[in-house]
């Protein structure tokens, strides 16, 4: 059994002796579990994990919520590939995006890109999570090269919420989707 959330390290595993990080990296033996853990009931596990999923901050289910909302306004009659975004700003607001194609390809824009658009024509410059999603079910897909790097634009410290249609998410950071990025400090002039 898995129970995915930010704050939630470890989780039960074929065996409730049994652990896995949620990366999936590695299993832990017996001996390896936090000695709390080995004294707790998979019972007790498994509610702290839900309590812990059901303190998920609103601010974030809302972010998923909409990201999810939005890959259903994508314009992608060529791909057919909806993808929807949806950004939390330093100030609490959520901007939405979703991908746009256009029959001369090289016009398309991506949900991130048309979201970050969107935020910075609203007035938001700084931002604290972006949440992606398209309708993939078995993997975690992340922002494009070209998104990365547009986000990067506006920092590093996002929390970054990979969206699969039904929900689940695997959060990351943009600083670990684009380690040694360009930057506004590679352009400034010696003296």
Wanted: net charge neutral.
């Amino acid at each position: 059994m898995t129970y995915t959330h930010p704050n939630i390290k470890y989780s039960l595993y074929k065996e409730p002796n049994t652990l896995l990080h949620l990366d999936g990296s590695s299993e832990f033996s017996t001996t390896q579990i936090p000695k709390t853990l080995r004294r707790t009931s998979s019972k007790t596990i498994r509610q702290t994990c839900d309590q812990a999923s059901s303190a998920m901050t609103d601010k974030v289910k809302e972010l998923l919520s909409k990201c999810l909302q939005a890959k259903d306004m994508a314009h992608c009659p060529y791909s057919q590939f909806p993808v929807g975004a949806a950004i939390l700003t330093e100030d609490g607001a959520i901007i939405t995006g979703c991908n746009v194609e256009n029959a001369s390809y090289g016009l398309t824009v991506c949900a991130e890109r048309t979201a970050i658009q969107r935020a910075v024509a609203e007035g938001h410059k700084k931002f604290k999570a972006i949440a992606v999603t398209c309708d993939i079910k078995d993997n975690f897909v992340g922002p494009c090269g070209a998104c990365r790097q547009v986000l990067m634009e506006f920092g590093s410290n996002w929390i970054v919420y990979l969206t699969k249609p039904d929900g689940s998410y695997k959060e990351t950071s943009l600083s670990e989707l684009l380690p040694l990025a360009f930057s506004s400090e590679h352009l400034a002039k010696d003296g």
